[in-house]
Structures are given as structure tokens and as C-alpha cells.
């Protein structure tokens, strides 16, 4: 049975979710519902969209996704990928007002017992579509994409797969909010140079999927391979592959929102999706991307920049990827990073989590591999490394209140 679409009065956040069924005017609703509501073909000057409902306790989600290369779909796999955390938090199966692929379902199903047993907070559910269909190879399609957002790991997948890469996608709406229209044009442009310079496509890409993905898991570890999965699933057909640019190396691999255990079980016949790169390390890749130009002039590791930089140089991804370039000696010839790197501010970053101090590690022994005399450098690296993590913690927790209060008072 499917879901009644009513407005509901519901707990407060998916926290407070303790049952698995929940109350809507006297009717229990048992499952979590997606279907999708519309679809707009592009015109000229407007891309085309896809819209999908999805209905949970905690809300009702109007989902879109619209932009380049988006193909009309026989199933519902897209829609599938953004109502999974949903389902699998409250514990409650995925009622799917559509058809899915068998390969589709079959993977989906395996993900959902990897995923459950890894994150033990995420429950296992059935999903049930009103169908199934074996999905085809669609002929003459050779078009391969690759998820780019201009960072260490994007550039990386992007130059060691030129020879297959048609495309590049980049999702509004992800790491930039969508009203936040300086830096979306910023990204553009970025997207824009490196695709004519390398002669792929550009495939600019906006959703709101954030939003239902974040309200039932954390976007870095449960939600942000499902979002691209998701905007994979409806560029099938235009593309037969998709490359997800990967973070860890095989040997690093733990569960994480995009994980080579789980993404590529989101392929069929139609689509095939690769999580790429994981043989290599983070420094492996810095490494590749200190001798390329086009690299050092567009790389973006940062979502925190200010007007006019792609970087904001401050912030410890910038900062990290900063003391690997300059160790390299190619920083000062980077024009991605307009400021030079500040060893003090190196020494102050604070790592909150057990998970970041691979980073000063890694730069500690590139330095000492180097051989090249920055002690200055080193000493500030062993400090981060040496600061307790309630410590980095606490400082964390004061430097935000900081930033609020002086942005309240409007202070320089
Ligand atoms: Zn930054």
C-alpha cells in the first residue's frame, strides 16, 4: 500500500525516531515512499529536471535534479538512492512507486546489507518496487563522466583517466549553496577552463538533495556518495560510466559515504559506476598534481574562499595541501593559492577527530623523504600532531563562537 501524502506532525529530527511506525492523522504509515512527480525535458537557455517526493516521518522532501546530459529513465534508481538513508534509518522498508532494474535492485540490496552491518545506527529494509525490467547497454554510448570539483581527488581521477573522460560533472547545491550564486559562477568558470583546456564536457549540475540526505545521516559519512549516485543514475544512458573520484586508498578503505565496497553496487547493464583511484595515496596524488599546470592554476580544495580565490589559504584542508605543495617546491609557482603559506597558522590547526592526523603524518614524512631543511615547518606539523584532540576540540568549539559573535557585532 502506498503512502497517504498528507501533512504530518512529526518528531523534530530523525534522533527522536525511536519506533518504526508513526502516526499521521489517525493513519499509520509503515514505509518510506519516493516516486517521482515530474519531468521536464530541456528547451533552450533551460537544462532539464527531474523531480522526485519522498515521504518520511520526519517530513515530506520535494526533491529535484536538473542540468546537463539528464536522460529520461525507465526506473526509479535515482530517486531509490536519495530515499535509502531515510528508509534505513527509521528502520522502515522503501516503498518505490516505480520500476527498478534487476542488477539495480540486486546491488541495492547488497549495499543495504554492507551498509546496515558496517553502521550499525542504519537498520536493513526490503525495497519494493511496483517492478522489475532488465536493463540494456543503450548502443553507440561510450560517454564516460567523471564527479569534479576541482580538489586533490577530482584532479587526480580527472588527469589519470584523460584518455576515457568525456565529461565532467559538478553538482550546485553540494558544496556551495545554491543562492550562493559569486562562488556557483566561480565554480563555473573553473569548470569551464579546465574542461576546454582538457576538451571534455562540462556537466553542471544543481539539486536540494542535500537536504532529505543530511536529515537522516551525516553528509561525509553516510550521504554524499548516495547524492552523486543518485545524479549518476539519471545521466544514464547519456553517459555508460561514471568515475567517483575516491578519497582513501585501498588499504585506508573504511566505511564512509562514498566507499568502494558500496558505490559501484549501484550499476546495471545501463550504467556501470566506478569508485576510482584507490591505488593511490592522498600524497600519491598531491605528488601527480605538482608537476601539472593545470593543476597548480585551478585546483579548489577549499568551500570556505573568499571573493576573487579559489582558496582561502587559512583553513586546514587548504593549509594541508598547501605544506605538501610547498614541500614540493611548487607552491610558490600555484596560482590556485594566492597567499604563502603561514607556518604559524600551520602549528594552530586543530584536528577534532582521530581520522585527520594521516594528514600531518603524511606531510611530516614527504618532508623527511624531501630532505629539504624547513624546521621551522616540521615543528609546527609535530604541534598539531602533539595537541590533544579535546583540545583541538575545545579550541574548535571557541574559535566558532568567536566567528558568531564577531559577526554579530559586525566587527573587522
Ligand atoms: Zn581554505
Not at 65 to 73: K, S, Y
Not at 174 to 180: A, C, G, P, Q
Request: with cysteine; aromatic share 8%.
Amino acid at each position: 500500500m502506498l503512502l497517504p501524502l498528507l501533512l504530518k506532525s512529526v518528531p523534530e529530527s530523525a534522533d527522536d525516531i525511536s519506533d518504526t511506525s508513526f502516526r499521521v492523522d489517525e493513519v499509520v504509515l509503515t514505509e518510506i515512499l519516493v516516486r517521482q512527480t515530474s519531468w521536464t525535458p530541456a528547451v533552450p537557455g533551460k537544462p532539464a529536471r527531474v523531480d522526485f517526493f519522498i515521504g518520511t516521518p520526519l517530513r515530506d522532501y520535494h526533491t529535484y535534479i536538473a542540468g546537463a546530459g539528464l536522460q529520461v529513465q525507465h526506473g526509479l534508481e535515482a530517486g531509490v538512492a536519495l530515499a535509502l538513508l531515510p528508509a534505513m534509518r527509521t528502520g522502515m522498508d522503501l516503498r518505490v512507486d516505480g520500476y527498478l532494474s534487476d542488477t539495480f535492485l540486486h546491488g541495492v540490496k547488497k549495499y543495504i546489507d554492507v551498509f546496515t552491518q558496517a553502521l550499525p545506527e542504519f537498520k536493513t529494509i526490503d525495497v519494493k518496487p511496483l517492478g522489475t525490467y532488465l536493463a540494456k547497454k543503450v548502443s553507440g554510448s561510450s560517454r564516460c563522466a567523471s564527479f569534479f570539483s576541482g580538489g586533490v581527488d577530482s584532479f587526480y581521477t580527472l588527469l589519470k583517466g584523460a584518455e576515457e573522460i568525456t565529461d565532467i560533472i559538478y553538482i550546485h547545491g553540494f558544496d556551495v549553496r545554491l543562492d550562493d550564486l559569486a562562488r556557483r559562477r566561480a565554480v563555473d568558470e573553473m569548470g569551464h577552463a579546465v574542461s576546454t583546456e582538457l576538451g571534455v564536457t562540462y556537466l553542471a549540475i544543481e539539486s536540494n538533495l542535500g537536504k532529505v540526505l543530511q536529515d537522516f545521516g551525516k553528509w561525509a559519512e553516510h550521504a554524499h556518495g548516495l547524492a552523486m549516485l543518485a545524479v549518476s543514475r539519471v545521466l544514464a544512458g547519456y553517459v555508460s560510466e561514471v568515475r567517483i573520484p575516491g578519497t582513501f586508498s585501498v588499504a585506508e578503505q573504511k566505511p564512509w559515504g562514498s566507499w568502494l565496497q558500496t558505490d559501484p553496487l549501484f550499476s546495471d547493464e545501463r550504467l556501470h559506476i566506478v569508485h576510482d583511484a584507490c591505488d593511490a595515496r592522498r600524497m600519491d596524488k598531491v605528488r601527480r598534481l605538482a608537476s601539472e599546470p593545470l593543476a597548480l592554476q585551478y585546483m579548489r580544495v577549499c568551500w570556505g574562499s573568499v571573493e576573487g580565490m579559489n582558496n582561502c589559504c587559512r583553513c586546514e584542508k587548504c593549509l594541508r595541501t598547501m605544506t605538501s605543495l610547498h614541500i614540493l617546491g611548487v607552491l610558490e609557482g600555484s596560482s590556485a593559492f594566492t597567499l604563502p603559506l603561514d607556518t604559524a597558522l600551520v602549528a594552530q590547526v586543530c584536528l577534532p577527530v582521530k581520522g585527520l592526523r594521516i594528514f600531518p603524518r603524511e606531510n611530516l614524512a614527504l618532508l623527511r623523504e624531501s630532505k629539504r631543511d624547513m624546521p621551522e615547518l616540521e615543528r609546527a606539523l609535530t604541534r598539531q600532531l602533539n595537541r590533544p584532540i579535546w583540545l583541538a576540540r575545545l579550541r574548535l568549539k571557541w574559535r566558532k563562537r568567536f566567528l558568531r559573535w564577531q559577526r554579530k557585532l559586525q566587527l573587522p
